[in-house]
Nanobody, 123 residues
Framework: QVQLVESGGGLVQAGGSLRLSCAASGRTFNTYVMGWFRQAPGKEREFVATISRGGGSTFYADSVKGRFIISRDAAKNTVHLQMNSLKPDDTALYYC????????????????WGQGTQVTVSS
């Protein structure tokens, strides 16, 4: 079992940056593929980015490719999402998730979820 706690959300102007963090409990952090998802009001939850167990492989949604960077710190059991060039369309509740699969890009492939952190981008 792993517990996930997100932080780093907030209000930012369009064009600005935010860095989200997700702290994972337990000693099995490195056995999980980690991902970020987001859900805007009135919309379904959508995939944002994922990173492999060792951190050597990443994959992004087209909507954030080139602007967001996912990374993980094995020593600190933490995964980050650096968000640059933010747009109002990026406004959403951002979730961190952990998957026991080798590859995971859809939400039903993830086993553990955090409570989310709100990101609001003003125009």
């Amino acid at each position: 079992q792993v517990q996930l706690v997100e932080s780093g959300g907030g209000l930012v102007q369009a064009g600005g940056s935010l860095r989200l963090s997700c702290a994972a409990s337990g000693r099995t952090f490195n056995t999980y593929v980690m991902g970020w998802f987001r859900q805007a009001p009135g919309k379904e939850r959508e995939f944002v980015a994922t990173i492999s167990r060792g951190g050597g492989s990443t994959f992004y949604a087209d909507s954030v490719k080139g602007r967001f960077i996912i990374s993980r710190d094995a020593a600190k059991n933490t995964v980050h999402l650096q968000m640059n060039s933010l747009k109002p369309d990026d406004t959403a509740l951002y979730y961190c998730a952990a998957s026991s699969r080798i590859v995971a890009t859809i939400d039903r492939q993830y086993d553990h979820w955090g409570q989310g952190t709100q990101v609001t981008v003003s125009s």
